[in-house]
């Protein structure tokens, strides 16, 4: 070549390619974009001869960094090529397209500059020109292997084999074979840097025969693909054959069309191999029953239009925005933050592992009815971008309601978990079993053992309904539960699942609720527009405390819902339209003689009785202990429909005051001498449970006592036969109900203290609060005490110990 003779500057033009390499000897086409590339092109070309260096940027090792501000010097490989441009073309995008021929390879010494443009100091780094009988016998066995190449691979241009047979040079023969090789930029550039000839051969034939192994194996991939697409053509071809022979014998068409729908559903379905197996060995029974109406042919129908309903495959588009979960929790619900936070948590550990199967527990959802225990399930299903199904297990007795029937019965059926899933139409819903609680079980099986399986996280993955008898995965569904209590839901069941609280409302939550969420829901179902009525707040408030009687807002709604029906009748009647207000007095007007008397304390309590607190199924209620004694002869009596436990700690307590007889200077002969009836009222409702216990106990000793306690008083505890006054549940509820009927000052055992963290700040700003260690302190305050308690027995001085008086601060 003329040029060969051409000198080497010592400084030159740089260029630097990210994404290609140049070899020596070899014509390529280059286009820039970027600015330094652009400048030293153009000082290139206002040389003679318009000579260029061309350099890789070499990848950022572990550990460095790969900023754009770093200097080039650090980001360049030292081995390049210098290059002699023969053509030039302006890109009307911007940018320029050069044609270049490689010249020789040359070591970069130093970079001279940066800005505008790369320059560098230079200085050739020849290859090694040894020809020697190795040479010669790899280049005879990397021509033999460019033969191969060129008849298998279809990316090589029809004049490859040729250059490569008439070229003598090994560099050259080298270079000219690897610019059309598919090779990784850093293997590339590798291969340029090689200074032995023979090293610089033994490479490429290495690499030929990769490519040639992966040209055979593609080809192979290739051969069984159309062997395949084949034999799919032929039993097309054939199906097609007897479609034509059943329809001239007038049979079998619609069946025939039928078998193909349900192939072709298969097809869709992404089925796992073994689901798809006894799938397929059911349609092909159906093919050998023929198109006819049997019996059999229709129970195979439905089976397989159970399965291919099923999600296999399918899978919710999820989403782990945190803020906007909270803005739709938030939207959907009041209050409840510890609720919320609980229920983020989970959000955010499913957004950490949404690419695999969190396997946390399940989440059971307690509270009272109408709480939103339900709402708050269909929130979550939306704040995840989930499915929602929500399964009834209010009554199941029946182990099939939940596994299926098996196929061998007349009219089976699936049970509810895969109904359920075929309704959500996604792998990964937003499952809710509600009323868990109330699960039964007969002669029939035990309901609650069946969702052990379905509720384990660790066996879930493949549970089988007795009528599909095939492993579905349910790992990816969130399962959530309901439930009202807690103690009717069986304990390995119960171990399964992480239980979140949702209290009763507070008069004020509830207003709050009504005025946010409740009215305007209404107000959207009826058509009904604000500037059309004006419901005030004495009104709203009157109607929660009078009206209804719930911890939760189901009722509350019903009678908004009556009310503003009302008034959209009366605006219809209106001749001249007119805004309607409702008024506090007005309520009867629109719900009739409906007014609940509220729960209210006694207004002077006499000796022997005492307020309790008790937890119902509609939140906290004051409960009075009423004694009396009777002269004549030792005796103990309970009425009121009171249950075993509860009639237990009454013995207790009545135990208890009698061995503190001398101390609160209680005649020795009172108990003998005089019948102790203890009733509590109500005695239509049972009653059971031991919180009742620190109660009946200043019932009794205030009745032997003589001294009555303050009506404004309430207490809720169980006692110990010492004395000891041990935690109850409900505080939360029973302080509200508290409130609500008029309690000022409120004694709880010292263990429940940590339950006042959840109380809303408008109750335990209205409540005096004082925990209680042992019972001994509570009768020290309730009655001045003649004797002297036993040693120990004062724990007023600790402050945490229930003789220390404490108001809460909201």
């Not at 409702?685 to 303050?710: E, Q, R």
Request: charged fraction near 30%; glycine fraction near 8%; hydrophobic fraction near 40%.
């Amino acid at each position: 070549m003329a040029d060969e003779m051409l000198p080497t500057p010592e400084e030159c033009p740089v260029v630097v390619m990210p994404e290609t390499v140049v070899f020596p000897h070899i014509l390529s086409s280059l286009a820039f974009h970027d600015p330094k590339s652009l400048a030293a092109i153009d000082e290139a070309m206002n040389r003679e001869p318009k000579m260029l260096v061309c350099v890789g940027r070499r990848p950022p090792e572990n550990g460095e960094s790969a900023e754009e501000n770093q200097p080039e010097a650090d980001r360049i490989y030292r081995i390049g090529t210098m290059v002699l441009i023969h053509k030039l073309l302006r890109i009307p995008a911007g940018g320029l397209a050069i044609m270049v021929q490689g010249y020789r390879r040359i070591r970069i010494l130093e970079v001279l500059q940066e800005e505008p443009l790369v320059r560098a100091r230079i200085e050739p780094d020849p290859e090694s020109e040894e020809r020697g009988g190795n040479v010669e016998a790899l280049m005879r066995t990397i021509l033999g292997q460019v033969k191969k190449l060129a008849a298998m691979a279809p990316y090589l241009p029809d004049e490859f084999e040729t250059m490569a047979l008439n070229i003598d040079n090994p560099h050259h023969l080298a270079y000219l074979i690897v610019t059309f090789l598919k090779m990784p930029i850093q293997e590339r550039q590798k291969f340029l840097e090689i200074d032995s000839t023979e090293e610089k051969l033994m490479a490429l034939a290495s690499q030929l025969e990769r490519e040639l192994g992966l040209l055979e194996l593609g080809g192979k991939i290739k051969s069984q693909i159309q062997d395949e697409v084949q034999k799919s053509q032929r039993d097309f071809f054939l199906r097609e054959q007897v479609k034509a022979i059943q329809k001239e014998l007038g049979d079998g068409a619609e069946g025939e069309e039928e078998i193909v729908r349900y192939r072709e559903r298969i097809e869709e379905a992404g089925l796992p191999a073994d689901v798809r197996k006894e799938v397929e060995r059911e349609v092909d029974r159906l093919v050998r029953l023929g198109s006819g109406q049997s019996q059999e042919a229709g129970v195979i129908r439905t089976y397989l239009d159970t399965v291919l309903d099923l999600p296999w495959n399918r899978l919710s588009t999820q989403t782990f925005d945190l803020d906007q979960a909270r803005k739709i929790l938030d939207e959907d619900h009041y209050g409840l933050e510890k609720i919320k936070e609980r229920i983020l948590d989970e959000l955010a550990v499913l957004a950490r592992v949404q690419d695999g199967v969190y396997r946390g527990p399940v989440l059971c959802l307690i509270g009272p009815p109408g709480v939103g225990k339900t709402t708050l399930g269909q929130s979550i299903a939306r704040a995840m971008g989930r499915e929602f199904v929500r399964v009834s297990l209010g009554g199941v007795r029946d182990e099939a309601e939940i596994r299926g029937h098996r196929r061998t019965y007349v009219g089976a059926m699936p049970g509810r978990i895969i109904q359920g899933m075929r309704k959500a139409g996604t792998k990964n819903p937003v499952f809710m079993l509600d009323e868990i609680d109330k699960v039964g079980g007969d002669y029939r099986g035990d309901p609650a053992s069946a969702l052990l399986e379905v509720l384990d996280m660790a066996q879930n993955h493949d549970f089988r309904d007795h009528y599909l008898d095939l492993p579905f995965d349910l790992s990816r569904v969130f399962f959530i539960t309901t439930a009202n209590v807690f103690q009717t839901i069986p304990p390995p069941l119960l171990d399964r699942m992480d239980l979140i609280r949702l209290p009763g409302y507070t008069w004020e939550e509830k207003r709050h609720i009504a005025r946010n969420y409740l009215i305007p829901r209404i107000m959207s179902g009826i058509r009904l527009e604000a500037s059309e009525f004006d419901l005030t707040d004495e009104a709203l408030v009157r109607l929660i405390r009078g009206f209804t009687r719930e911890a939760g807002v189901r009722n509350l709604e019903r009678k908004l819902a009556t009310i503003l029906r009302k008034v959209l009748r009366a605006r219809t009647e209106q001749k001249r339209k007119r805004k309607i207000t409702i008024e506090s007095g007005s309520l009867e007007k629109y719900l009739g003689n409906e007014y609940i008397e509220p729960p209210k304390r006694l207004m002077e309590a006499p000796p022997g009785v005492v307020t309790g607190l008790a937890w119902t199924p509609n939140g906290g209620d004051v409960l009075f202990i009423e004694s009396v004694a009777i002269a004549g002869q030792k005796g103990f009596i309970l009425t009121g429909q009171l249950g075993d436990v509860m009639k237990e700690s009454a013995r207790a307590s009545l135990s208890f005051v009698q061995s503190r007889s001398s101390e609160l200077g209680i005649p020795r002969d009172f108990f003998i001498k005089h019948e102790v009836h203890i009733h509590v009222p109500s005695g239509a409702i049972p009653k059971d449970g031991p919180s009742a216990g620190i109660t009946m106990t200043s019932a009794i000793a205030s009745l032997a006592t003589g001294i009555p306690v303050p009506a404004t008083i309430a207490m809720t505890g169980e006692i110990a036969l010492s004395g000891r006054v041990l935690p109850v549940g409900g505080i939360k509820e029973k302080l509200i109900g508290a409130r609500e009927a008029g309690i000022r000052e409120v004694f709880i055992p010292v263990d429940n203290e940590k339950d006042l963290e959840d109380i809303p700040s408008e109750v335990r700003k209205d409540l005096k609060v004082h925990t209680v260690v042992h019972m001994d302190d509570l009768l020290k305050r309730l009655f001045p005490i003649q004797g002297r308690l036993r040693k120990g027995a004062n724990h007023a001085a600790s402050p945490k110990d229930g003789g220390r008086s404490r108001k809460k601060k909201p």
